[in-house]
Structure formats: C-alpha cells, structure tokens
C-alpha cells in the first residue's frame, strides 16, 4: 500500500475532524440558499464552533487511549504546553488549606478579584520577578487564566477587524483567542519570535492598535533583552499602540538566563499603553485552576474590567486556596527551584535527541518546549508535506507535536516540542518513537514507503509490532 494513499486517506479523516469540510456542505441550510436552520445560531455563533486549536482532535485522543504501564502502545502527546512534573507537591500543599473557614467565601466580592489573591500576587511578582521595582495591587486584576485576560483586553482595546502585530511563530491559540469574540485580525512578523522595531515599523498601518508579545517566547523558548523591550516600549508609546506583554513563562527560566520583565523596563510606571498578562497555569502547574490576572496602570481600563470582569470571575474558593500556598513564600521557593530543575531536564533530554537525529532546533531559554524543524523529512516542501508528516507521526509513532503551521511558522516542517506534560520517562519513550518515524523516512523515503514495512525497522532498541512499541531482544 502506497503510503501516499495511506497519508490521504489519513490526512483526508484528521481533515473531516476539524471541519474543515463544513464550507463546502450546505445540508444544515434551507432550500432557499438562506438562513441556516440547524440551531438558529447566530452568526457569531456559528463563527464560534470552530476548533480552540488546529490539532485539539488530536490531543483528544491522547486523552482517550494515553500511553501508560498498562497501555503501553497507548499515544503520548507533546502538544500541550502544561507543567504535570509536579502535581503531586501542588496537591500536597492545597490539601493542607482551607479556603471555605469564612462565610465571605459565599458572598459575591469585587469581580477583578478578592484583595487577598492581588495582594498575595503582585508580593509574588515582585519578590521573584522583578529587579528593584514593585507592582501594586491595586494595578493587579484576576481573570478567568490569562485567554480570559487576553480577550478582556482585545475586546476593550480594540474595535472589531483592528488589527493585532505579533512576533511569528506564535501560540496557535492567540488566533481564537483574539478573533472569536473581539474579532480583531492578527498579523504576524516573521522575525524568529523575537520582534524588532524595524519590523513594526514595516507592519504598521492605521489599523494597528495592539502590539502582543509573549516573553519568554512561545514557542522558541527565547528570552528578550533588556534593549528589545525598551525600543518596543518606546515605539508603542509614540505610536500611541497598545502593548500587551504576555509573562506567563516568566518563572520558568532555566538558571544562568536572565529574565526581566517590561514592568521593570518601565520602572515599574506601566501608563496607558503597557499591560502585563500571567496566570498561575505555567509557572505553578494550574492551568485547570483558572486563575490568571492583568497588570496594567491604565484607570480606564480597569473601571471597564470590574464590569466585564463578572463574566470570567474566578470562584473565591479557588481564589483564597492559591493566596494562601502563595503567602508561603518557603514553599514556592522550593516548588519554583524544583520546576525549573526539572523543566531544564526534560529540555535537555529533548536536544539530545535532536542533536542525534542531526535536526535544527532553538535553544530555548525558559519556558517548556523545543522549536524543532523537521522540514528535512516532508515528502515535499509544502503544508500539505507537513500535514502528511504530522499524520504519520500520529498514526505510526503514537506522538502528537504542535505543527508550525497553527503558529503562524514561515515554512512548513517547524514544530513544538512539549516537554513538560510528561513524566521524564514517558517523554524518552515518546522521543524514541519520534526518533523510529525519523530514521524510517530516511531509510525508506516517501515514495517508496509502506506502512507495513515500518515494523521491521529497529531504532534505539525500540522496534514496532502492529500498533505496539517492543524493546529490541
């Protein structure tokens, strides 16, 4: 069987799961070619069942049949940009509070967050962050994680098809992030994920009126200087652009890098123009918490987010727990020296086996992924090639990447490599069974490939039979 068949029956399925289909079929419509009956959705509706993510059905499917002791042929994803590696401290820590020992718990409180939480916070952001300079309290907001923060801002912002400039490659979920409700347009720069103002200066026009970056990068892992963020900072200023600097990997950096963040470029005097997004989702392993916040000085803004801040309010149960594992400031030293311990192994691990395969990747700096490129290995040099890759790698080596293209890459091949959702052990059995993709594509090439012949091929002492991965005897 002709794995070109293989790949467009494959790809053709993977396709038909995102939707992509629903364009061309006009079943859900009537007779008259108008109004689209099944649901009586509105179009902002209709506009909103689209996928959160490119790949979402993938990673479903992790979830579905994971790879585990028991099931060992199971799938193993590395798309999620989530640190598991310490679960089992963050539960040992929450077990001990008690957030339900006030009857105010039960009450409605200001929908930009309870004082304990910004308090215990911005203590937080200026003890382990930031260099000389503090944040208020009163300049921290708490929002449904930080794509509630991010969609607060585009909305109040911006107005509807203003446009957004972001450094590409970019976290594939910025694009629902910013266009589902707010429907603002994002344009991404190629520039390697780190902008310059010569490249805002190229891109700018009357539409412009958000500047996003996220700092460490998504998904280079690359850290801004000092320098780069002062001209940006400057030039939105004066453009009179709003800046949104998305912090979230902030404490993620591996030791012997240095971070600094755009509040403390600014002095700690943010204006009008500059905003700060974090959550508890990355640096402290929460993403399923919910809870995320805005730092911003803009007085507008924040009388506009105690109001539409009812809609993304995060439960004061869920508010008081995290004050209070955050105001034990032993404790997030050594979860926070822990986490970046194991995020620089698992990264490390990682580029090791790029560095085996021969492929190109960035370092990362901080953060919990590898940018790899795998452009080498597409049966062409095309989206379509990096499609039938990114199948392949699913259906014959159990392994879900981020593809460039949901990141806005300038070439096909570039994916993410999440390092941090796995247990170390997993993470080396999913980097073995990328490594056996790699080497049968080599071997055999695209035209000449059968599916079936991939099980006779043997990679680091790892060999396939059926859908199951065997160590070699």
Aim: aromatic share 10%.
């Amino acid at each position: 069987m002709s794995i070109y068949f293989y790949i467009s029956i494959s790809t053709y399925l993977l396709l038909k799961q995102r939707n992509f289909e629903s364009q061309f079929d006009r079943s859900g419509q009537d007779d008259g070619g108008g109004e689209e009956q099944e649901g009586r959705m509105s179009k902002r509706g209709k506009a909103s069942q689209s996928p959160i993510l490119p790949y979402i059905s993938s990673f479903l499917a992790c979830l579905e049949n994971p790879y585990g002791p028991e099931n060992q042929s199971g799938l193993i994803s590395l798309c999620v940009a989530e640190n598991k590696l310490l679960h089992s401290m963050l539960v040992e820590r929450l077990s001990k509070t008690n957030p339900y020992k006030t009857p105010n718990i039960f009450s409605y409180n200001s929908m930009t967050g309870l004082p304990r939480l910004t308090s215990s916070i911005s203590s937080l952001y200026s003890r382990k962050v930031l260099r000389g300079t503090t944040v208020e309290k009163s300049d921290c907001m708490i929002t449904c994680g930080a794509a509630g923060g991010l969609e607060h801002l585009a909305f109040l912002l911006a107005e509807e098809n203003d446009t957004v400039l972001i450094p590409s490659p970019y976290y594939a979920a910025f694009s629902n992030d910013l266009g589902v409700r707010a429907k603002l347009n994002l344009k991404g720069i190629d520039c390697g994920g780190i902008i310059g103002v010569d490249g805002l200066e190229e891109s700018y026009d009357y539409r412009v009126k958000i500047v996003l970056i996220t700092n460490p990068h998504n998904p280079t892992g690359r850290i801004y200087s000092v320098e780069e963020l002062k001209e940006i900072v400057e030039w939105c200023r004066r453009m009179k652009v709003h800046l949104i600097v998305d912090e979230i990997y902030c404490m993620s950096v591996f030791k012997g890098r240095n971070f600094t963040s755009v509040i403390d470029v600014c002095d700690g005097s943010l204006g009008d123009y500059v905003h700060v997004i974090w959550a508890m989702s990355k640096d402290f392993g929460s993403s399923g918490s919910r809870i995320g916040c805005i730092f911003s000085a803009n007085s507008s803004l924040k009388k506009s987010l105690s109001n539409v801040g009812v809609f993304t309010s995060v439960p004061n149960c869920v508010q008081e727990a995290y004050a209070e594992i955050l105001e034990d400031e032993k404790w997030v030293d050594e979860y926070l020296d822990e986490s970046v311990n194991q995020l620089k192994e698992g990264c490390e691990i990682v580029e090791g086996y790029l560095r085996k395969l021969g492929l190109e990747y960035v370092e990362a700096e901080g953060g919990m992924f590898v940018w790899a490129n795998f452009g080498c290995l597409l049966p062409e040099d095309s989206w379509e090639g990096e499609e039938a890759f990114t199948v392949l790698m699913f259906e014959e080596g159990g392994v879900v990447l981020t593809p460039g293209q949901s990141q806005g890459a300038s070439s096909p091949g570039w994916y993410r490599i999440c390092y941090a959702w796995n247990p170390i052990p997993v993470l080396e059995v999913a980097m073995e069974r990328l490594s056996y993709v790699v080497e049968v594509v080599r071997e055999r090439g695209w035209v000449d490939l059968d599916v079936e012949d991939m099980d006779e091929v043997t990679v680091g002492g790892v060999r396939r039979r059926g859908s199951s991965w065997i160590g070699d005897s």
